[in-house]
Every structure is written in C-alpha cells, then in structure tokens.
C-alpha cells in the first residue's frame, strides 16, 4: 500500500487519485487560517514554486481539528491563502485528521511515520506541550502544519511536526529530488 491507494476531493470538490502524483515527492500537509503556524503558508508556497520543476507538489488538507481554527468552508480557506500568501499549490477540501474520524489518508499517514516529538527550541513547542498534555502520548496528529514527505514511489519516508519550519526539511525535499523514482 502506498499513498497513491487514496481518493480525495479537491477543494473544488472533484475527487481525484493521488496516483495522480505518480513520480512526483510530495509534502502532504494538514493545514489551518487561523493557527500560530498559519504563516507557514508563505514558507511552504516558496518551496513549492522553487521546486515544482522538478517534480515536488505540496498537497494541503484542512482541517478543522484543532481548537476551530480551520471554520471556513472550502472556498472560504481557498480566498484566504491566495489571497495572504499567494498559494498556489494544490488545496483539498477540509477533512479531519485525526482520531477515529480521520480521513483514511491521514490514519494511513500516521501509521507510517510516529511522533517524534516538538522542536523544544522552537517558541510555541512549549505552550502546545502545556495544552495537549497527555494526548501528546500515541501517533495521531497532534497539531495543524503537521508534515509527510512522500518519495517519487509514494513511500512515506519522514514526519516533521509543526515545530519544523519547512525551510528546515528543503535538504530533505532536495535530496528526494535529486533520486530517480
């Protein structure tokens, strides 16, 4: 099984295969408007449009998980990332992430890759440890801007959690990259 076995909608509503993404690396995002992570929105658009050439999509799936800060519907979320960030990258309709309602895609994703845990240096590590308490035990989604990076095969091959900047993965995407599928 690979990522390439899932179905999901579009933010327009049409439902397409991530097979779709055959031989591309991917970052598959969970994403949010109005987090402390939001701004991640403009790293992430430029990586995005420094790499696209070369076979890198960046998939965004909001949700709405996380203490509401996702509530707009799908053309609502659409405006707000063209609109403050310039988006342009692919954006799905809003689904959620975890628990037993997770979409199967991200229940898939989070089998693949654990919890590794917070970037303590980074400065709202420590406020999302103090409010998610105990549910930071287990591999769900802890929080919005979780990341997969997905190689050309559709093998999830890492995790970074909100506290890792995108600029900070781009080796990694880079490195991807550069191997053939």
């Known amino acids: 099984m690979s990522v390439y076995d899932f179905k999901v909608k579009k933010n327009n509503g049409t439902e397409v295969s991530l097979s779709d993404y055959r031989g591309k690396v991917l970052l598959i995002v969970n994403t949010a ?20 050439a070369e076979g890198f999509e960046i998939l965004a799936f ?9 509530p707009g519907t799908d053309a609502e979320i659409s405006e707000f990332c063209s609109l403050n960030y310039g988006v342009t990258f ?11 309602g997770a979409h199967p895609l991200f229940a898939y994703l989070v089998g693949q890759k654990k919890f590794k845990g ?16 105990q549910a930071l035990s287990g591999d769900s989604i802890k929080w919005n801007f979780t990341k997969f990076l997905v ?3 559709g093998n999830v091959v890492d995790r970074f959690e909100p506290t890792t900047v995108p600029t900070a993965i781009e080796k990694d995407i880079a490195s991807l990259l550069a191997a053939k599928a």
């Not at 692919?90 to 037993?100: A, H, M, R």
Request: charged share 30%; with cysteine; glycine share 6%.
């Open 33 to 52: 408007s109005k987090c402390g992570f939001t701004p991640q929105y403009k790293e992430l658009e430029e990586l995005y449009l420094k790499h696209k």
């Open 151 to 153: 190689d050309r095969s």
């Open 118 to 133: 917070f970037d303590p240096a980074h400065p709202i590590a420590a406020k999302l440890t103090e409010i998610l308490g």
């Open 90 to 100: 692919p954006l799905f309709s809003k689904i959620p992430v975890k628990g037993d």
């Open 62 to 70: 909001p949700s709405n998980d996380f203490a509401g800060q996702e």
